[in-house]
């Protein structure tokens, strides 16, 4: 084929844009019913907990005018203020508290003994499986069924009491006590999570490493500082971070373990749970979602900002 001289050419090549919009096309197709699914069971509840925040109910004579009024009157942000005034306040500031101690403390220990975990669960010896197995069965335990166990421990003629020296404590009942069984029962039963997801990554660590390690003489101590701990890195703060979201979350095990109404275990959930249920006020229920559904967003942003892209499993060095 011949082109005239001096004709402009041009370089790049004429691409299919049909093909490439009939693929996106069946994409979003395919992609619609889930994401239909998603705005019905996540997008349209947030939604409406944001509108009933903003609204009281409102039951009874007016003064003025003498006319009974039934419904919901907006009243603004008095939901979101009452939080942090009066008795309301300090009863939520309370439970904010307990929220975050649970978070901080229970998340500290599980994340240590989850490591002795999996440490325990990588290593090559007899009756591994079992070991395995045991170690596991408390997260395959539901939480409320967990909740109900631990009271049956916890019970002034409990296991709890009998094992422990002095006189027999009233885990249940309010006090520092109550905070503290609530802290061991979770524990107990989330901390084999922290364990899976690091013998996760410890099963991808070539033994090389290790043996290069023995050959220069590191001892166990400083191969897990130096190798074991860093590979792992990313795969713990994930798990972590899941942690943390859901402790903050926390409802159900506080709920069955010690009960509601109790100020050394009450959490934010629990109070939104009460006002919606017991008081069937959705106002104030919906301003503790809202605020709680807040507070785990700025602590999960926080979190995967201090730990930057390690948590998604990136390399903070690919740009180099």
């Known amino acids: 084929m ?17 093909r490439r919009h009939g693929v996106g096309r069946l ?17 349209y509840p947030i939604v409406s907990a944001m509108r009933l ?10 003064p003025e005018t003498g006319v009974l009024e039934t419904g919901n009157k907006f009243v603004g942000i008095d939901n979101f203020t ?18 975050t101690s649970f978070t901080i403390v229970a998340v500290s220990l599980e994340v240590v003994l989850g490591v002795l975990m999996a440490l325990v669960m990588h290593k090559a010896f007899k009756g591994r499986a079992l070991v395995r197995a045991s170690i596991l069965v408390p997260w395959a335990v539901p939480t409320a069924i967990a909740g109900i166990l631990w009271r049956w421990i916890f019970q002034a003629d409990g296991v709890a009491n009998d094992v422990l020296p002095g006189d027999p404590i009233l885990w249940t009942t309010d006090g520092i006590q109550a905070w503290f069984a609530v ?27 290790y043996e290069a390690a023995k050959l220069d003489g590191a001892s166990p101590w400083k191969t897990f500082w130096s190798i074991t701990l860093p590979l792992v890195k990313p795969t ?35 109070l939104a749970f009460e006002e919606a249920v017991k008081f069937t006020k959705y106002g104030p229920a919906s301003a503790y979602a ?17 730990l930057g892209a390690d948590v998604v499993g990136a390399r903070t060095g690919r740009n180099r």
């Open 183 to 209: 802290v061991v029962a979770d524990t107990w039963k989330t901390a084999p999570f922290i364990g899976l997801l690091v013998l996760a990554g410890l099963q991808v660590i070539s033994n090389e490493v």
């Open 53 to 62: 925040a903003f609204y009281q109910r409102n039951e009874g004579i007016d």
């Open 290 to 306: 809202i605020f709680l559904f807040v507070y785990v967003a700025v602590v999960a942003f926080v979190f995967v900002k201090l």
């Open 27 to 43: 994409a979003a197709l395919l992609v619609s019913p889930t994401l239909l699914v998603l705005g019905i069971v996540v997008a």
């Open 82 to 99: 009452d939080m942090f005034t009066g008795a309301t306040g300090a009863r939520f500031l309370n439970a904010l508290w307990n929220t």
């Open 2 to 18: 011949t082109t005239l001289i001096g004709a402009p050419v041009d370089p790049k090549p004429i691409k299919p844009v049909g």
């Open 236 to 270: 713990l703060m994930v798990a972590v971070l899941f942690r943390i979201l859901d402790t903050l979350r926390m409802f159900d095990l506080p709920y069955t373990l010690i009960g509601p109404g109790k100020n050394s275990t009450d959490t934010v959930t629990i």
